[in-house]
């Protein structure tokens, strides 16, 4: 689920009501260069070029979103800055091509 990861970046869109063209209006342009995100008080949405591709997001996304509330029970856990971020997608578009073992690559400077 590599493929996966670098569209899950934190998108969370505001509440609006369910069905209507304010949810949409949010929804989309949460979704700009991401294939998740979630809708305040609604849940997840994924995309994706296949069903199979989406609903392996979705199980990535339920994944993290498991670990995190995991970590909160003992505190707020660290997050990684945006630069730091950028290096991990970086690690894994470069490394995941089977070419190269990502889990060897440095995550940290």
Do not use: F
């Not at 689920?1 to 009501?17: G, K, L, N, Q």
């Not at 949405?45 to 990535?60: F, H, R, W, Y």
């Amino acid at each position: 689920m590599w493929d996966a990861t670098p569209e899950i970046t934190r998108a969370v869109t505001p509440y609006a009501p369910p069905a209507t063209q304010a949810l949409s209006d949010l929804v989309v342009p949460a979704l700009a260069g991401r294939r998740a995100c979630l809708m305040a008080h609604h849940g997840v949405i994924v995309t994706g070029p296949s069903l199979d591709k989406a609903l392996n997001l979705l199980a990535e996304v339920e994944n993290l979103a498991a670990q995190y509330w995991h970590a909160l029970q003992i505190g707020a856990p660290p997050v990684l800055n945006g630069e730091q971020m950028d290096r991990v997608h970086e690690i894994i578009e470069n490394h995941v091509d089977g070419k190269t073992d990502a889990k060897r690559a440095p995550v940290h400077e």
